[in-house]
Nanobody, 126 residues
Framework: HVQLVESGGGSVQAGGSLRLSCAVS????????MAWFRQAPGKEREGVAA???????SYADSVKGRFTISQDNAKNTLYLQMNSLKPEDTAMYYC?????????????????????WGQGTQVTVS
C-alpha cells in the first residue's frame, strides 16, 4: 500500500525559505521516480522538481537555482528545499511517485507520469 504524506508548508515572506517533506511508504526507491508538483488557485497542476532512482534531478525553469529536491532513503523521506521564495510560488504542493525511469525532464515533470499522490501542503508567500 503506497502512502505519501507531505508536511512543512506554511506562510513566509518573499525572499524566505521553507523545506517540504514527504514521508513515503510502500515504495522501493530503486524502482520509482519521485517528484513535487504544485497547483495554484485557478491554474493547472505543474511539475516543480523530480528525482529518479539514480539521483538524477529535473527542475521547472521557474524554480531552477532556488529549489532543491533530495531524498533520504534511510528515512524514506523526500524533500524540497525552497529558497528565495516569491509570491508566485504560492500554491498547494503535492508529493508524487511513479514507476518509471524518466527519459528527460519533460517526462519527469509530466502529470501523467505519476501514479501516486499525497494530499498536499499549502505554501503561501506574501
Amino acid at each position: 500500500h503506497v502512502q505519501l504524506v507531505e508536511s512543512g508548508g506554511g506562510s513566509v515572506q518573499a525572499g524566505g525559505s521553507l523545506r517540504l517533506s514527504c514521508a513515503v511508504s510502500g515504495i522501493s526507491y530503486s524502482n520509482y521516480c519521485m517528484a513535487w508538483f504544485r497547483q495554484a488557485p485557478g491554474k493547472e497542476r505543474e511539475g516543480v522538481a523530480a528525482i529518479d532512482s539514480d539521483g538524477t534531478t529535473s527542475y521547472a525553469d521557474s524554480v531552477k537555482g532556488r529549489f532543491t529536491i533530495s531524498q533520504d532513503n534511510a528515512k524514506n523521506t523526500l524533500y524540497l528545499q525552497m529558497n528565495s521564495l516569491k509570491p508566485e510560488d504560492t500554491a498547494m504542493y503535492y508529493c508524487a511517485a511513479g514507476w518509471f525511469v524518466p527519459r528527460g525532464a519533460d517526462q519527469a515533470l509530466a502529470l501523467s507520469s505519476y501514479n501516486y499522490w499525497g494530499q498536499g501542503t499549502q505554501v503561501t508567500v506574501s
